[in-house]
């Protein structure tokens, strides 16, 4: 189904939907407590039949206060509604809410209240409330927590209602807020409330039609109690009076409705970087009788604190530790690149990695390697000391994963950043390294932290970092092919590198042999695997090679003297991934890559080559993407086809859809090309 592309389908059903008992816009002043029967009573959401959940309503409000005893305090309010249609989407019972303590500066989150709605089996409406037994707190570090609710009771068809509330002094991170979510969304709507005293740039992202996007003004005024010491002839006094100043606020609204799913499409994968949303950066603060404050943030003063901060640039002092390790694992006439590649290899082998993300390790770096495991980012400022120690300059890059979405080079958001990396100087170059993954070879990165850019975090020079493979990721296939009776027996011999290449070694390791052998046979239809062997599965740098030899009745068709082959599609790419008329995310191949097969078919006895498909090249801008496919007659009994696909630029905005779907219809065509062989005329 064209998931995305069909939005005017989809909002014109959710039109159909909305005018029921409850529009749309009534949502937006839904109580806690008071959702409509109708969404707890709904089985199917018929705008998106393959919708795991809905959101029903999401709407929250930022609103300055103010008070004599903490002066100005942002407080927001959130309140949101999620039907749960399958198994799958019960997944969205969960909620994970971040809070800070920034330099003396706290958030604060408070008035958690929870429902949970079902149907019970007498059809009357069950409601479970959120106790604190599901309420969990979470120190990620010193200025980073995590409050996480588990709705209870959850199942497919249940309605979930959460909100709560967070006090924040921390103006410079107002928070932002997200229209659209991977599943379908009725109702989002916003509020925002300053006072003039604080100046915000906004930055929309996204391609949604607002329902209301407005900004008004109001008055406002502070009130507080005064006292003055007053000294008399004869005594000395207190006096308190009353004091108000008037100031103008700043308001905003936005809604939006009936917002389709941005869900993965092929060659994207991280959705959430392009979804609607509207986010803030402080510029200034003035109050009344004072200079103004140029206070808007930047990643140069963002890496100041984070390298002043107790919880990351100060670990890199407590190392002592690598000092005797560091030369046991190096050799006197190593290369830089081989010494590089043995402290790379001896923290990915030594410390596991444990599946925890962020940026702050949450325990000494000399502990998690004694225990053999670590975050992403204890494990790669292990690596950034060994480095370091051993002579390199190496700097931490910290970043955020493909599920959170893309970094804003202009608005450094701190709770965006999920992901810490190496950055390591090399042959006059910098490189990025991460030892969270032993099984992907020297300079490749894991996939989900391939997200475009990272900030390098320097004393010296901070600055901005692609993430780019140092190598391709590569197949190479070897392809024998002959014919009998009505069978093609193949005989395949192909070498894979890069990225790919670690991801079949760690599933084999972790699945193991027998049940790697099984998947693997079964991704193969219409095929009957002979036998299969791997190589090379335990040796990081070196290719994994796949051995197989298989059998068929797909792909050939014999009809009276001719012989019709159609196998090539079937071990060169799949159909044409792109089939939407239109197209509005890019187009991400992640890594640089380098396909290259060669089919080699043994003509049977008794036949002749009565036609083969002709020799192209076709090149997408400039060689940026190339597809080769050559065919010749090798000797006097076999066909021989080499064919190719090269990356060379791995991301293309979406004007280029039109051109880059034309490239695979030629590729696709090519590969369905029919070899016809013809029996010979015997005299």
């Known amino acids: 189904m064209n998931r995305i592309f069909t939005c005017s ?46 959101i029903i309503s999401h709407v929250g409000e930022a609103k300055f206060s103010f008070t004599s005893a903490a002066g100005f305090v942002i407080n927001y309010k959130i309140h949101k509604v999620v039907k749960v249609i399958s198994s799958e989407g019960t997944s969205y019972a969960d909620f994970i809410i971040p809070f800070y303590n920034i330099q003396g500066r706290t958030d604060k989150v408070f008035n958690i209240k929870g429902n949970v709605y079902n149907v019970g089996d007498d059809g009357r409406i069950i409601q479970d409330k959120l106790t604190k037994d599901n309420i969990f707190e979470e120190k990620v570090s010193a200025t980073y927590n995590l409050m996480k609710v588990s709705m209870p009771k959850v199942k497919p068809g249940s309605v979930i209602e959460i909100s709560y509330e967070i006090n924040s002094d921390l103006f410079n991170y107002l928070r932002e807020w997200e229209f659209q979510s991977e599943i379908p969304t009725i109702w989002s709507e916003y509020k925002l409330e300053h006072p003039e005293y604080f100046s915000y740039s906004q930055i929309n992202q996204g391609s949604l039609n607002y329902d209301i996007s407005k900004k008004t003004t109001s008055a406002g005024r502070i009130n507080w109690m005064q006292s003055d010491v007053v000294h008399g002839r004869y005594v000395t006094s207190n006096q308190s009076s009353m004091q108000s100043v008037d100031f103008e606020n700043q308001n905003y609204h936005w809604a939006v409705s009936n917002v389709p799913a941005l869900r993965e499409e ?8 392009y979804i609607s949303k509207v986010e803030f950066q402080l510029k200034w603060i003035q109050f009344p009788n004072s200079t103004r404050q140029n206070v808007a943030p930047s990643w140069e003063k963002m890496s100041e604190e984070l390298i002043a901060d107790e919880d990351f640039g100060k670990v890199l002092n407590k190392t002592k530790f690598v000092k005797t390790i560091v030369p046991s694992i190096l050799k006197t006439d190593d290369t830089e690149e081989e010494k590089i590649n043995a402290i790379l290899n001896h923290v990915s082998s030594k410390v ?20 053999g495991n670590g975050s992403v980012s204890e494990i790669n400022f292990i690596l950034i000391a060994f480095l370091r120690e051993a002579g390199f300059n190496a700097e931490p890059i910290v970043s955020s994963t493909r599920d959170i979405g893309f970094i804003n080079p202009i608005n450094p958001l701190m709770y965006k950043l999920n992901y810490l990396s190496a950055a390591v100087l090399f042959n006059g170059k910098e490189l990025v390294l991460d030892a969270s993954d032993n099984m992907l070879p020297f300079g490749v990165s894991p996939r989900h932290s391939m997200n475009h850019k990272g900030w390098v975090v320097s004393n010296q020079n901070s600055h901005w970092i692609d993430f780019q493979s140092r190598i391709p990721m590569t197949e190479a296939a070897l392809i024998q092919v002959s014919l009998s009776d009505s069978d093609i027996n193949v005989d395949v011999n192909k070498r894979i590198t890069g990225f790919k290449a670690g991801n079949l070694k760690r599933r084999l390791k972790q699945e193991g042999l027998e049940k790697f052998k099984e998947d693997f046979a079964n991704n193969l239809k219409d095929w009957t695997v002979i036998e299969s062997s791997f190589e090379n599965a335990d040796v990081r740098e070196m290719p994994f090679v796949e051995k197989y030899k298989m059998v068929s009745r797909q792909g050939i068709d014999i009809s009276g003297d001719f012989i019709y082959l159609d196998i090539f599609e079937k071990f060169f790419h799949a159909d044409n991934p792109f089939k939407d008329e239109k197209r509005l995310l890019p187009i991400d191949y992640i890594y640089t890559r380098k396909d290259n097969l060669t089919l080699v078919i043994d003509i049977p006895d008794g036949y002749e080559i009565e036609s083969l498909p002709e020799s192209i090249v076709s090149n997408f801008e400039d060689k940026n993407l190339s597809f080769s496919y050559m065919s010749a007659i090798s000797g006097a009994d076999k066909i021989q086809i080499n064919c190719s696909m090269l990356v060379n630029q791995t991301f293309y905005t979406s004007d280029k859809y039109d051109k880059m779907k034309d490239f695979f219809s030629i590729m696709e065509a090519k590969r369905k090309e029919v070899i016809v062989l013809k029996r010979k005329v015997t005299e």
Not at 361 to 370: D, F, G, M, N, R
Request: hydrophobic share 35%; net charge neutral; proline share 7%.
């Open 352 to 371: 596991s990695w444990n599946g925890k993300r962020g940026i702050y390790p949450t325990k000494s770096l000399e502990k998690a390697y004694q225990e």
């Open 266 to 273: 092929p060659f994207v994968d991280n959705p959430k970087s």
């Open 9 to 54: 389908i989809l909002v014109g059903l959710f039109c159909i939907i909305s005018t029921s008992s409850v529009h749309s816009q009534q949502l937006g002043s839904l109580k806690f407590g008071k959702v409509p029967n109708e969404f707890i009573q709904m089985k199917e959401f018929l705008a998106d039949p393959e919708a795991d959940a809905v």
